[in-house]
Nanobody
Framework: QVQLVESGGGLVQAGGSLRLSCAAS????????MGWFRQAPGKEREFVAG????????VYADSVKGRFSISRDNANNTVSLQMNSLKPEDTAVYYC???????????????WGQGTQVTVSS
């Protein structure tokens, strides 16, 4: 079992930065691929970024490449998403994800956090 708790969301102006963090409980954190998804009002949940269990491989959605950076600290059971050059279209609830895939696929048995709101004003 893995429990995920996100933090770091908030309101920021376009062009600004935010750093999201996800704290995981459970002794098997390092065996999971981790990722971030987001869901805007009226839209489906979409993949943002993923990182392999070792941290050696990362994948990003085209919409955030060059602006967002995902990292993990297996010693402290955390995964972070550094978001720079934020745009109004980045506004969404951001969810931390733990599962077998870091490339955007997920299963019903995967783990999710409760979400954190990110709002980017123009």
């Amino acid at each position: 079992q893995v429990q995920l708790v996100e933090s770091g969301g908030g309101l920021v102006q376009a062009g600004g930065s935010l750093r999201l963090s996800c704290a995981a409980s459970g002794r098997t954190f390092s065996s999971y691929a981790m990722g971030w998804f987001r869901q805007a009002p009226g839209k489906e949940r979409e993949f943002v970024a993923g990182i392999s269990w070792s941290g050696g491989n990362t994948v990003y959605a085209d919409s955030v490449k060059g602006r967002f950076s995902i990292s993990r600290d297996n010693a402290n059971n955390t995964v972070s998403l550094q978001m720079n050059s934020l745009k109004p279209e980045d506004t969404a609830v951001y969810y931390c994800h733990a599962g077998a895939s870091y490339s955007g696929r997920y299963r019903a048995s995967d783990y999710w956090g409760q979400g954190t709101q990110v709002t980017v004003s123009s």
